[in-house]
């Protein structure tokens, strides 16, 4: 149980381009998603908190209008990644927390995504 | 605000040999820790975590962390590595409610054969 899936998991864009990445709890109903970018060789920073139903919670620094979340149902958050840059490529990771369990709400990852804009 | 520290980059040990990442944590309140393993091109395995109790954790894979409060330290350890535990492992730190969950930098382990 607690599997979260992203899709695509790598993608190729021009410069300029949108990107879609779709982030499901595909086992249990998630109020709480969590959008990572991870550096190569670096940790992850935690870009924003998408919350189902409202608008999402940016991290400072973080360009609300580059990267657009939607939380649209209990299993589906998405990040769009808006007019792409070469800067933006990265691996962009995706968390989910199981409201439905009594205990701590852990967050449970997602595979990533791979983005490289050329 | 809190913060990890994993204070070793780059740790080679040999096949069969006992391992152990540190971890130190920063944090006011209650920590609750974990432990993560990414594989290259991969997301994130939770390997063990604690929250209260005992504090000597165990985890998957052979897994094993102690939580030592008066050191703020989490480490982990294995006695005997395998060529496949070779990944990225992060120990990260968080609250209750988990909406501002903290990594350290992450440490990478090779494994000689």
């Known amino acids: 149980g607690a599997v979260v899936s992203q899709h695509p998991s790598r993608v190729i864009c021009k410069s300029g381009t949108s990107v879609k990445i779709e982030c499901r709890s595909l086992?249990?109903?998630?109020?709480?998603m969590f959008w990572y970018r991870q550096f190569p060789k670096k940790s992850l920073m935690l870009m924003a908190t998408s919350n189902e139903g409202s608008k999402a919670t940016y991290e400072q620094g973080v360009e609300k209008d580059k990267f657009l979340i939607n939380h649209a149902s209990l299993t589906l958050s998405t990040l769009t990644v808006t007019s792409a840059h070469p800067e933006d490529s990265s691996f962009y990771i995706c968390?989910?927390?199981?409201?439905?369990?009594?205990?701590?709400?852990?967050?449970?990852f997602g595979p990533g995504t791979r983005l490289t804009v050329l | 605000a809190q913060s990890v520290t994993q204070p070793d980059i780059h740790i080679t040990v040999s096949e069969g040999a006992s391992l152990e990442l540190r971890c130190n944590y920063s944090?006011?309140?209650?920590?609750?820790l974990f432990w993560y393993v990414q594989s290259p091109g991969q997301g994130l395995q939770l390997l063990l975590k604690y929250f209260s109790g005992d504090t000597l954790v165990q985890g998957i894979k052979g897994f094993e962390a102690e939580f030592k409060r008066s050191q703020s330290s989490f480490n982990l350890r294995k006695p005997s590595v395998h060529w496949s535990d070779a990944a990225e492992y992060f120990c990260a730190v968080g609250s209750y409610n988990n909406n501002d969950m903290r990594f350290g930098a992450g440490t990478r382990l090779t494994v000689k054969p």
């Open positions: 086992d249990f109903q998630a109020t709480t």
């Open positions: 968390s989910a927390r199981d409201v439905g369990r009594k205990s701590y709400n852990e967050q449970f």
């Open positions: 944090y006011g309140a209650t920590p609750y």
